[in-house]
């Protein structure tokens, strides 16, 4: 099991950056596939990007490819959402998520770090 706490959200407008950040427990992160998926209100959660436990496979959602950059330092059990160009649009609760069983899924969440984006 891996408890899983995110920061950096915030308030920023159009085409700003913001960078998220999510620590893990345990001294297993890195058997861990490591998501990000947002929530706007009144939607459903949303995958946004995906890394695998080594960081050589990543996955994106059409919606931020190309804007949205993951990755992880193991040594610090550590997954970052670089987020560039936002527009309003990305306005979510953004989680992180750790799976040990598939891809684009969580087993593992934390409790959600809020986004919102001016415009």
């Known amino acids: 099991q891996v408890q899983l706490v995110e920061s950096g959200g915030g308030l920023v407008q159009a085409g700003g950056s913001l960078r998220l950040s999510c620590v893990g427990s345990?001294?297993?992160?890195?058997?861990?596939?490591m998501h990000w998926f947002r929530q706007a209100p009144g939607k459903t959660r949303d995958f946004v990007a995906a890394?695998?436990?080594?960081?050589?496979?990543?996955d994106y959602a059409s919606s931020v490819k190309g804007r949205f950059t993951i990755s992880r330092d193991n040594a610090k059990n550590t997954v970052y959402l670089q987020m560039d160009s936002l527009k309003p649009e990305d306005t979510a609760v953004y989680f992180c998520?750790?799976?040990?069983?598939?891809?684009?899924?969580?087993?593992?969440w934390g409790q959600g770090t809020q986004v919102t984006v001016s415009s």
């Open positions: 890394i695998s436990g080594s960081g050589n496979i990543v």
């Open positions: 998520a750790a799976s040990l069983t598939g891809w684009r899924r969580g087993d593992f």
């Open positions: 345990g001294r297993t992160f890195r058997s861990y596939a």
